[in-house]
């Protein structure tokens, strides 16, 4: 069974400085998609950042990146330029293969950006 | 296009009692997931529809649980005899076949049971 896994509940940045969040995935399949969403308090989640694992190139996405390893199963993300508006709950998530959409998501990183 | 809408924001209930929960995705997408999220941690997968049809439902959604989408359009996820257990936001989610891989959340509907 594919899972994945975030092994830092909070983590904090001053503004305008760079933070990476940490993710490690397993699975055995050899092509998948994995994706970072972010959560704002009492707002809804979105989209932030999708690799496709077939493609070597990490995705970047403005002030977004990814490092993806793909041996080695992980894919963090690094915020450069930390504004306020990214304080928030960040989630690795996983597609599951057969294009079927299907999410597994990791427990979750609380970032807060200091002023 | 206004996103993925669900209705309501907030219902608290009484333990045993049915309750039904609306989701509207954005009108062009023919998939539709339901995600439970309890506090503190990440979605879970519930069910996901491609128009109409139900093609997968996780264990997790117990009998207790269904999930309709009729004529492919608003979904409903209804709980019965609802469990403290089931507090819980439940998130919907939206995509287009040809756009699978990007999923449009709605704000979620809180349930708590008291």
Same mark, same amino acid.
């Given at each position: 069974a $594919? =899972?994945?896994t975030q *092994? $830092?509940?909070e983590m904090s940045?001053?503004?305008a400085e760079t933070v990476t969040l *940490?993710? =490690?995935y397993d699975t055995s399949e050899s092509n998948y998609y994995l994706f970072w969403y972010k959560q704002p308090p009492s707002r809804q989640m979105i989209l932030v950042i999708r690799q496709e694992a077939y493609k070597q190139q990490n995705a970047t996405e403005n002030r977004f990146s990814v490092n993806f390893q793909k041996a080695a199963k992980s894919f963090s993300l690094k915020i450069s330029d930390s504004q306020l508006g990214d304080t928030a709950m960040y #989630?690795?998530?996983f597609e599951v293969s057969g294009n079927t959409g299907k999410?597994? #998501?990791g427990q979750g990183t609380t970032l807060q950006v200091k002023p | 296009d206004t996103g993925v809408s669900q209705d309501p924001r907030h219902k608290i209930t009484k333990r045993g009692q049915n309750v039904t929960f609306r989701c509207d995705p954005i009108s062009e997408h023919n998939r539709l997931y339901w995600y439970r999220q309890t506090l503190g941690q990440g979605p879970e997968f519930l069910t996901y529809f491609q128009n109409e049809a139900q093609l997968?439902?996780?264990r997790l959604l117990s009998d207790r649980f269904s999930a309709e989408r009729p004529k492919g359009s608003f979904s409903t996820l209804e709980i019965q005899r609802t469990e403290q257990g089931d507090s819980a936001m439940y998130l919907c989610a939206s995509s287009s076949t040809g756009t699978v891989h990007e999923q449009?959340? @709605?704000? @979620?509907?809180?349930?708590?049971v008291t």
């Open positions: $594919q =899972t994945v *092994s $830092q509940p940045v001053q503004e *940490s993710c =490690t #989630f690795c998530a999410l597994i #998501f | 997968e439902k996780s449009y959340f @709605g704000p @979620g509907t809180r349930l708590t």
